[in-house]
Each structure stands twice: as C-alpha cells, then as structure tokens.
C-alpha cells in the first residue's frame, strides 16, 4: 500500500516545482512587450523585445548597440554562439546606463537587459554587458559549482573579442587586466573556484584562470594556436544549449590545441587555493602599469609576440554592417 505521507511529499514537490518553473518562466519572460525587432549576426537571429518603459534614445539606437555586441562575439568565435536567441531590453525609469543584464540557456537562449530611461549613445558604445551576456551563450550550461568558469570566460573574452571587432583598444585591455586580475588571486583559506563563490573569485578568479591557459596553450603550440582556438572547438561540440562538465568541455578544448592545459589547471585550481604568478606573466608579455593608469609594451619581451596573438583577429564571417 501506498505511503500516505510520501505520496503527500510528493506531490508538493510536484507543485514546488511547477511553482518554481513558472516563476522562472516569468523571469525569463517579461511581461509588456511593447516592441519587437530582430538583428542578423552572421546568419544568427536576434529577436529583441522591448518591454514597457520610456527610453530617451529611439529603438534604432540599442539595436545598434546589440548589433555590435553581436558582431564583435561573431568575429571571435568565427559565428554567432547561437541560431536564434532573444534579447529583452527592459526600461529602468529615472535610470541612465546599462544597469545590468542576465542569460539563461535553453531551446532559444534569452537575455535580459536593464536600461536607463536616460541611457546616452555614448554610454552603450562604452558599454561591455552586452557583448559579456553574449558570450555566454558560446559555452555549454555548467552546474552551479562552476558558475565562475561562465563568468570568468565573459569577462576575459569580452574586451578581446571587442578589440578584434574595433570597437576598444587593446591599450586599455591590458591596463584594466593589470589593474584587476590580482583580484582573482585566492586566499590562502579559499577552497578552490568550486567550493569559493565570492565576487572576486567568480568573476576576476575565472578570468585569471582563462588568461593563464591562454597564455600557456601559446607557449605549448609555439604560438600557433591559443585559448580562442580551443574555444571555438568547445562551440562547435555544443553552446548554452546544452549541458555539460568543465571536464567534458575543456578536453574538447585541449585535443583541438593538443594538449591538457586547461584540464590541468581546472584541477589544480577547483578545489584548493593556487595563486598564479603574475609579474611573471605580464614580464614575459612586456606589459608594465603606465602613467594615468596606462600601459607600457616591451616589445624585446620573450613573449611579446604572443601578447600581440591573444588580440589578433581569426577568420570570421563578415559581420552585419
């Protein structure tokens, strides 16, 4: 005979969970649609849904700025991540500037963009979240353990992918990395990137874990090839549309550059603190902190040559104009 209190358990799981996927349903989906456009990026569809609110810009104007977004990802992954996706840009009133943006994966992956009422044209072409939401969109769904790895890939691909696009200059890339890659940099009583879910690990933690793989896969193959190329072989195995493991995903990776770089250092830095050692990496670049927060390139450095390859643009699809 059936356990009356179990099957009662049961069934408010059940309904917990129908809750909590309509909930995030309805995050995912905001209500007042009050607009719809699309963007093309190298054959991909973008669907940008606008959302009750005033904007002082006309709609022109942050498709614009999605478009770019969208191109400058398509340049560094050789295509867009996805097929089709949505975009909501939703209206913060009294607000100016992108406030924040969020991306779930999913049959058609979906973004969610907060946008000031009084955001300039200025503000978006100075703006990294679009392009960093993107990207996410290029790498498999990780469990939530692995959150840094989807956060630390964005922020260090980000400004790359913008300066193969155009639209940023790589003297302030290497500014912004020197001034906040220490802050990646574990306690000695961390417990490694999965177990540490503090800001600074998720986000600067993940992105110093993909600087140093991009650096030693360069070394490794002579500078024949480098972290974008692994990447790009882990889009090709699946995006956001899929799930996966670190592992599965970073030994897709390693067999396109040819070798266990980013396996290696995934297990040397999970589960325990491993501090890199960063005047080091920026010595063998030849980038040192210059006047008014700038930089200074030694080009006679030992690895100048691979600092100049991190930023240089792949074969790509032609980008939308």
């Not at 059936?2 to 996927?21: Q, S």
């Amino acid at each position: 005979m059936p356990n009356p209190l179990r099957a009662f358990a049961n069934t408010a799981l059940l309904a917990l969970g129908i809750a909590a996927l309509a909930s995030c349903n309805a995050q995912r989906t905001p209500p007042n649609i009050v607009a719809t456009e699309t963007v093309q990026a190298c054959g991909a569809t973008i669907t940008v849904n606008f959302t009750a609110g005033d904007l002082d810009l006309p709609h022109a104007d942050i498709l614009h700025w999605v478009q770019t977004a969208a191109d400058s990802v398509a340049t560094y992954y050789g295509r867009f991540p996805v097929k089709s996706m949505i975009v909501y840009v939703t209206p913060r009133a009294d607000r100016d500037g992108v406030l924040n943006g969020t991306t779930w994966g999913g049959p058609t992956p979906r973004t969610r963009m907060g946008v000031g009422q009084h955001t300039t044209v200025a503000e978006l072409n100075d703006d990294w979240t679009m392009t960093h939401e993107l990207i996410h969109t290029a790498f498999p769904d990780l469990p939530d353990d692995n959150h840094w790895i989807e956060e630390g890939l964005a922020v260090y691909v980000e400004p790359i992918a913008r300066v193969q696009h155009g639209t940023l200059s790589q003297d302030v890339v290497w500014a912004d990395m020197i001034k906040n890659m220490p802050k990646g940099q574990p306690d000695p009583t961390d417990r490694g990137l999965n177990n540490t879910h503090d800001w600074a690990s998720t986000y600067w933690g993940g992105a110093l874990f993909f600087l140093v793989a991009d650096v030693r896969i360069r070394e490794q193959t002579h500078n024949r090839l480098g972290l974008q190329d692994a990447l790009r072989a882990i889009l090709n195995a699946g995006s956001i549309e899929i799930d996966s493991t670190p592992q599965a995903a970073f030994a897709i990776g390693d067999k396109a550059v040819g070798g266990r770089v980013l396996e290696d250092i995934y297990a040397a830095v999970r589960d325990a603190p491993a501090q890199q050692d960063l005047a080091a990496i920026w010595k063998k670049l030849g980038v040192s902190p210059g006047p008014k927060g700038g930089v200074i390139y030694d080009d006679k450095a030992p690895e100048a040559a691979i600092r100049k390859a991190i930023f240089a643009p792949h074969p790509a699809c032609k980008a939308t104009p």
